[in-house]
């Protein structure tokens, strides 16, 4: 997928907000070759930590900025509007925390507007800037919900996620073709179960 995040630039900080310079996060990539049992100095693998810190400032480029900040700019204009608004099979690759490998998979929101609508293209953004990030599905999913509902004041939001982990198919349990769901709603859409159905079944 073609991520609608700039990752040019960027500059991840650890956990103790201190700069990570290049040269450091290229040196552990180097020392990680080593664990395994490779030689970082032969002619293959020379490029290799400058080539995967650069696809690091891609794959969690997500902690570099707000999603709110996205979301700040509606429209108020939408001629008497009120029924669901819904962004579905929305492609997204993101990184299990715990292990660090691809979860990749398809996300629909929908939300249910309270007179201000957004630009559709941000409801996309949001999920990219969640999921480039070390991630869970089920954390991913409610941070969505949560940016949503806390930047749009909508009447009720609704996050449907179906997405492959590789953590369970290329190491582990080894089990291929398994895909997991999370689905999580607030508002009139976790009061009125007609409305769920009604999400689910558009989003299906």
Do not use: W
């Not at 180097?30 to 290799?48: F, N």
């Not at 570099?64 to 579905?88: A, C, H, M, R």
């Amino acid at each position: 997928m073609n991520s609608s995040i700039n990752a040019s630039n960027i500059v991840i900080n650890n956990e103790k907000n201190k700069i990570v310079s290049k040269a450091e996060a290229e040196e552990a990539i180097k020392t990680l070759l080593r664990y395994i049992g490779e030689d970082p100095t032969r002619e293959g693998l020379l490029e290799t930590p400058k080539r995967v810190i650069k696809s690091f400032n891609e794959f969690y480029a997500g902690y570099t900025q707000d999603p709110e900040l996205l979301l700040s700019k509606t429209f108020e204009e939408v001629e008497g509007y009120n029924d669901i608004v819904l962004l579905k099979n929305i492609n997204f690759e993101s990184h299990c925390e715990h292990h660090m490998v691809p979860i990749i998979g398809k996300a629909s929101i929908g939300y249910y507007p309270n007179k201000r609508v957004v630009g559709i293209s941000k409801l996309a953004r949001v999920l990219d800037l969640y999921a480039k990030r070390l991630q869970t599905q089920e954390t991913m999913t409610a941070q969505i919900l949560n940016c949503i509902d806390k930047t749009l004041f909508p009447r009720g939001t609704a996050v449907f996620i179906n997405a492959k982990h590789h953590c369970m198919s290329t190491r582990g349990v080894l089990k291929n073709d398994v895909t997991m769901t999370t689905n999580l709603f607030s508002g009139c859409f976790l009061k009125e179960t007609n409305l769920q159905d009604r999400f689910l079944k558009m989003a299906s």
